[in-house]
């Protein structure tokens, strides 16, 4: 009994040998394994390629969903002439652009035209961690020229970026997409369209569009853009519209504008052009072709816009010349000519003037104001100085080729108010044309006379002094003269 148990024994042990040892070991050569180490290794070896092949199922598994082909599905793009660009890639097209991605679980995703703190640029975004880039193929070979304004089949050259669990992956979808009729690279319009009723107003006279146009309320235009803008590179397309606004300048004072959607940050102006004549007598209306000049945020740069608009002169802006007066020590009440757009007089009785009481040396702004606001403005501003003492010439005498002038000794204390003074030599009467100016110190006044040479003989000469006076004014330096002094007149020798 006990040798038959210990032969089953024997029995079992050689056939579990059998079972883990490798085919080799039944060659006729080759000698069974003498120990449990090789059977050791040979476990590790398949607990490894088991876990190997485990961790590339768990990675195929988290790619699974991936970006599989795209195609344009946005506005036609379309090529610029003479150029490899492609309108919709780099820069957003009219009527939209964008991109539908196929993705291996069947789904589909569209990217859309964005720009964004990630990507101030421009790029075709599905969300914040799923994006995609276009650009044409530039290689020898790929690379499109759109001359003849057919259809091109065009290599895009796409990249889709998208993340799964926190990693970032990159798939390149490169393929060919139909490229409509080439866009002509046209130069950017742009038009002025006033609204119905659209109509300016200015004052009588020649030319005033220039500087004093004023606007009636409630006049409305649209500032219309379409084309490439050069400079960008990039085709262009608004319409602003633009309103009447009341508004502050730099000096405070109320001003009418356009203003884009009310906002008086965005305006334009209208000026006429050189040489277009405008010329109106009070209550005239006439079409007037002049220009519009604006600042465009869209196209950061100014541009210009040509206007045939109706205008009506409503108003006469007089004009007034600036008064001089001399030194007094009292209060001086200033005094104007005013004249109207065909320099007729205006009689005083018609205008009142306001004025500071002023009598120390220095430049004073006086109001004229108007009594029939109807036909006038309601005011204009008017300036007068008060200056030093006149001084008085008394003689004026010829030498060879030289006039000597001699003038009236002032007091000390007429003096003190001048810094200095100077003679002007003119061949006219009106001083027109002044071909010498000689400065006068106040030391050398003192000797009351002055000879001018370098004159031309025979000649007829014109002469004239004034005083002047460099003050501190408003926290600013400035020069007043006296009025000029009576002109004397002599031929050179």
């Known amino acids: 009994m006990k040798i038959k148990r210990k032969i089953w024994a024997l029995l079992l042990s050689a056939a579990i040998m059998v079972t883990f040892m490798p085919a080799a070991a039944f060659a006729d050569d080759q000698a069974a394994p003498e120990s449990a ?24 598994k988290a790619v699974t969903n991936e970006p599989v082909s795209a195609k344009y599905a946005g506005a036609p793009l379309r090529g610029v002439i003479n150029t490899d660009r492609v309108l919709g890639l780099e820069d957003p097209a009219p009527g939209g652009n964008g991109f539908v991605v196929t993705f291996s679980d069947g789904s589909e995703k569209t990217f859309a035209w964005t720009e964004t703190d990630r990507f101030p640029e421009g790029a075709f975004a599905c969300d914040d961690n799923t994006y995609l880039f276009a650009k044409v193929n530039e290689e020898d070979g790929a690379a499109v020229s759109f001359d003849d304004g057919w ?6 050259l796409l990249k889709v970026y998208y993340t799964v669990d926190g990693e970032e992956h990159e798939k390149d979808l490169t393929t060919k997409t139909n490229v409509i009729c080439a866009y002509d690279h046209k130069p950017l319009e742009l038009s002025f369209v006033p609204a119905d009723g659209f109509k300016l107003e200015c004052y009588a006279g020649p030319n005033y569009l220039t500087e004093d146009m004023f606007f009636g309320e409630g006049n409305e235009f649209v500032l219309k853009a379409e084309g490439w803008n050069d400079l960008e590179g990039a085709y262009m397309q608004f319409n602003n519209h633009y309103k009447y606004v009341e508004t502050k300048n730099e000096d405070g004072d109320t ?16 000026y006429l052009d050189e040489g277009v004549p405008c010329d109106f007598e009070l209550g005239e209306e006439d079409n007037v072709e002049f220009s519009y000049t604006e600042f465009v945020e869209e196209l950061d740069e100014f541009v210009t816009v040509k206007v045939s608009v109706p205008v009506k002169a409503t108003k006469i802006m007089p004009y007034v010349y600036t008064s001089e007066y001399s030194y007094t020590g009292k209060v001086i009440t200033p005094a104007f000519k005013v004249y109207d757009h065909r ?14 009481a002023a009598k120390k040396i220095g430049w004073y702004e006086a109001k004229i104001k108007f009594k029939d606001t109807e036909k006038y403005v309601d005011s204009i501003d008017a300036y007068y100085s008060i200056g030093p003492y006149t001084p008085k010439l008394t003689k004026v005498t010829a030498g060879k080729k030289k006039l000597t002038v001699r003038w009236k000794k002032m007091s000390a204390k007429q003096l003190k108010y001048a810094s200095g003074f100077y003679i002007e030599v003119s061949t006219d009467s009106d001083f027109a044309e002044i071909v010498k100016t000689v400065k006068v110190s106040k030391k050398a006044f003192k000797a009351k006379k002055k000879t001018i040479k370098g004159l031309k003989k025979g000649k007829k000469y014109y002469v004239r002094m004034y005083a002047y006076k460099t003050v501190t004014q ?12 009576k002109v004397l007149s002599k031929k050179a020798k």
Do not use: H, W
Not at 256 to 267: C, D, Q, S, T
Not at 474 to 485: C, I, L, M, N, R
């Open 37 to 60: 180490e090789a059977v050791e290794t040979m476990e590790a070896a398949v607990e490894a390629e088991a876990a190997k092949n485990a961790d590339a199922a768990e990675e195929s």
């Open 151 to 156: 259809n091109n089949d065009v290599e895009l």
């Open 255 to 270: 001003v009418g504008a356009f203003a884009l959607n009310g906002n008086p940050e965005r305006y334009g102006e209208f």
């Open 343 to 356: 320099d007729n007089l205006i009689d005083p009785s018609e205008y009142t003037v306001e004025a500071p």
């Open 474 to 485: 408003d926290g600013e330096k400035q020069t007043v003269q006296s009025a000029y002094s």
